[in-house]
């Protein structure tokens, strides 16, 4: 039985075959306009071929000349969050007002036995070709995070300080001989606010225990602001850097004979029984500076495999005021930078290296240089893709004979496409469009459409001879 006919029904029916017709009409009629619009411009093409081509060169010419503006953009918080978001601005402000000074560049040794002699003998070998670099006068000490070393001022022995000649006699004077750099502008205090009792006290310590860091707390407390300060302006200091070796520096220096006498019941007993570190005067626990760790029946190390060396450099902030960043990512002065660059070739240099020790290396100027140049990384497999694409479209769309082998037709194609690649790149960097490593996959996205419309015309002009109605 058939639904009844109600005005409603009839004047929805209508609307929808109005709408559906409307919408056929703008269907067929953009497709009708772009249909004429495609055979004037071939014709137009066809009629003046040495005219678009000058076109197009001098507008990939002109749309070229954009690239004097392309830039690689390669800093983290740029990559991924938006202009205008509060963590961008905040991370910018942090930047330019608190630069990152410091620079961590570490090495890890893996070998069979770590703690054997020769193996920490050839870690010593390797510290001292960095300690020894030097790039245009600049050296190691020069580009360091510097740390004071905690230790007996020299200008303070208990050996040759005299308590009652202090109070009862008369005070020996230091001769021209004796004066250091560490003690040239240390005047010896006036201790008749302390009582005889409390500096013996001291005296004796420092002859007993050494100029331990519980003792530099005391005599801080004791001695604040006069001595104190000035033994800690002019204290030596020594570079910033964390290894196992520093089981074997005495008084903030290492020796190396000290290496090359160490046998392994030396090792494993300084190892296991020891925690203070002979560079920087101050206590560590060194087994976390090694990997793969061996045990024996009684809990004690016996060998590991694996032990890491870091070095701590600091950014030169007056020369990156002067001079700018040299590196776009992070903040670096362009002394550090060249420096490292030429740490990266010692320390990667393995002429001289013992075959039985592996060495990774990662200097603080690796990560960001492994982020840049991503435009070009790929500019080998692109050529050689574009190549074989060229002789992929010559097989398709030519025959195997001199006349129908349309060399010159696949040429033009494959221009075209690298020409749209020059075009695209100009006007975006124009713009002020950075490029990213996101980016990597364009030339060959715009290879393949480009071939896929070249097959297309070649298609069709093949459908219109066998059918000139077509």
Not at 23 to 28: N, S, T, V
Not at 29 to 37: P, R
Not at 339 to 352: A, H, L
Request: proline share 4%; aromatic share 14%; net charge negative.
């Amino acid at each position: 039985m058939e639904s009844p006919r109600t005005p409603s029904n009839e004047r929805r029916n209508l609307y929808n075959n109005w709408v559906h017709r409307a919408i056929l009409c703008c269907k067929f009629g953009v497709m009708d306009k772009l249909e004429k619009y495609f055979l004037w411009h071939g014709r137009t093409v066809a009629t003046y071929p040495k005219f678009f081509i000058f076109l197009s060169i001098a507008i990939t010419i002109l749309c070229g000349m954009g690239l004097f503006g392309f830039y690689e953009e390669f800093e983290m918080t740029a990559l991924w969050v938006p202009k205008g978001a509060t963590f961008r601005d905040n991370s910018e402000w942090v930047d330019e007002h608190f630069p990152k000074q410091l620079r961590l560049s570490q090495v890890i040794f893996k070998a069979d036995n770590i703690l054997d002699p020769k193996v920490l003998h050839e870690m010593y070998k390797f510290r001292r070709k960095v300690e020894n670099i030097n790039h245009n006068g600049l050296k190691w000490k020069d580009v360091c995070l510097k740390i004071p070393v905690v230790k007996q001022p020299k200008c303070f022995d208990p050996s040759k300080f005299s308590l009652f000649d202090y109070f009862f006699g008369k005070r020996r004077k230091r001769n021209a001989e004796e004066e250091d750099d560490e003690c040239s502008d240390v005047k010896l205090p006036d201790l008749s606010a302390f009582s005889f009792a409390e500096l013996a006290e001291i005296k004796l310590r420092m002859e007993t225990e050494g100029f331990t860091p519980e003792l530099a707390d005391d005599v801080s407390r004791k001695f604040y602001p006069q001595p104190y300060c000035d033994f800690i302006k002019n204290a030596p200091t020594v570079c910033a850097e964390e290894s196992i070796l520093e089981l074997w520096a005495f008084d903030g220096m290492f020796e190396e004979e000290v290496f090359k006498d160490l046998t392994e019941r030396d090792i494993l007993d300084a190892v296991n029984n020891r925690n203070k570190s002979g560079l920087l005067m101050i206590e560590k626990n060194f087994k976390n500076l090694l990997g793969e760790v061996s045990y024996n029946s009684s809990g004690h190390i016996v060998g590991a495999k694996v032990s890491s060396m870091t070095w701590i450099g600091m950014v030169n902030l007056t020369a990156l005021n002067l001079f700018g960043s040299v590196q776009r990512g992070e903040m670096v002065d362009k002394y550090t930078y060249d420096f490292e660059g030429e740490m990266m070739k010692v320390t990667t240099d393995r002429s001289e290296a013992d075959e039985g020790v592996e060495t990774f290396v990662i200097i603080a100027r690796m990560f960001f240089e492994a982020l840049q140049n991503q435009a070009f990384k790929d500019a080998g497999m692109l050529l050689v893709g574009y190549l074989i694409v060229f002789i992929y479209v010559i097989l398709m769309i030519g025959k195997f004979n001199f006349v129908q082998q349309r060399f010159f037709l696949s040429f033009g194609g494959m221009l075209g496409v690298i020409m749209g690649i020059i075009v695209c790149y100009g006007l975006c960097s124009v713009l002020g469009f950075f490029y990213s490593p996101a980016h990597t996959v364009m030339p060959f996205l715009l290879l393949g459409i480009g071939i896929d419309d070249m097959f297309v015309i070649v298609q069709c002009l093949s459908n219109v001879k066998k059918d000139p109605q077509f």
